[in-house]
């Protein structure tokens, strides 16, 4: 992949984790999970763009 | 409910077709020529519905083709390939769709509507923002352009803009869960298999159709070419992300890659070489890197552009041949991929049925006798081609297609 394929919101996300991160107060709990799930459902929205592009 | 026999039958009748379409794409010799035609408003003249009812209604073009598929002998079939359904582009508020019944008359299939050359959906002074983050443009710019709802940024918010994004996103959702009840369904009571899984196209045709149009899109190709080359190279990864997303997770059937205007004489073949292929290419070698197939369905004239095609790794691709002597392109390309299509469509819509025998007893003969063919129209078939030619088309490959 070049470098300009690179630059700009990666694949499959619309709203980085850690842009979302630095929203919240300290996790008490497990991090991991509330970033796998940001991400998960993050993954919606992107799909949701670009299928429209795609597809309809 | 079936009974225990009919579920066993109809089991080892899906576990039959799969192993015999699957051994074909795999560039083998199955027990038979596969049949696998791409049947889409074809469905509602055979079904008795209008092209509006199942563009309209998705279950009936569900049903639709669960009836062609239970009533022919065909190996594979699509779920439903009347696939923009207007339920969800009205809910979105999409410009671009011409619809049945609505726009048209109820028995004429959908239309896109591209917008004249100064109205493009995306201007061509706005390669940098597409190219520096494309999933920003298309929600920020190119969303609230294309749709009648979506308020624009920076605009004040609306109940139509908000109800467009929920109604927009369910609906895809109801639509996509759709397709996998359709599959089983399919499995079940015709023991047919889905033809395909998840869709590709390529960077300069989505560019074309969607963003700077043809024309616009053309120009620049002169004007801005490094521009262009830019643009296709950062939707690229996107485009991939969302074939692999698609993908069947067991990768028996093939990623559907709908080839636009990347053939002459939309490009010559040097632009397509310098233009349209790289990033096509690209995305092709990363998707067989990950075990899946692409099914290229090259509408049109692809046989100038063979050469290039050539160039991906054997077995990446099954090749379908609409307008290309297939003859050729299995000289070309016959060692490398399995090939599919070359019954062309005007035979099938004002043919005899001896003339379609004919058809497809020349081209299994000249292309199928090492495996690797699968038989089907040579594009999308709407609603042109007569029953009966489809039947006859079905009934000799059956008889003289074994092997």
Redesign the interface.
Known sequence: ??E??K???E????VPWEEKRKELPEIAGDEEIVKRVWEQVDG?G??????????? | MPTENASTEMEQRYAERLRRYTTAMRNEKPDMVPIRPFVAEFTAKYAGYTAQEVTQDYEKAFAAARKCAADFDWDAVVGNMVYGWSGLTQAIGLKYYAVPGVDLPPDTGFQYIEPPEEDAWMQPDEYDPLIEDPTGYLFNVWLPRVSNDVSPIGAPSSLRNNLSFLKGGMAMLDYFNGFGAQAALLRRESGTVSAISGILKAPFDIIADKLRGYKGLCMDTFRQPDKVLAACEAMAPHLLEVASGGADPEGNVPIGLWMHRGCVPFLSPDQFEKFFWPTLKWIIEELHKRGHQVLFYAEGEWNPNLKYIAELPDLSIVYHVDRGDIFEVHEALGHKFCISGGIPNDLLAFGTTDDVRDCCKRVIDGVARDGGYILDASAIMQDEPKIENIRAMTDFAREYGVY
């Open positions: 992949m070049s300009q394929q630059r700009g919101r694949p499959g996300v619309c919606f992107y799909m949701y763009i670009w299928q429209c592009l795609v597809s309809f």
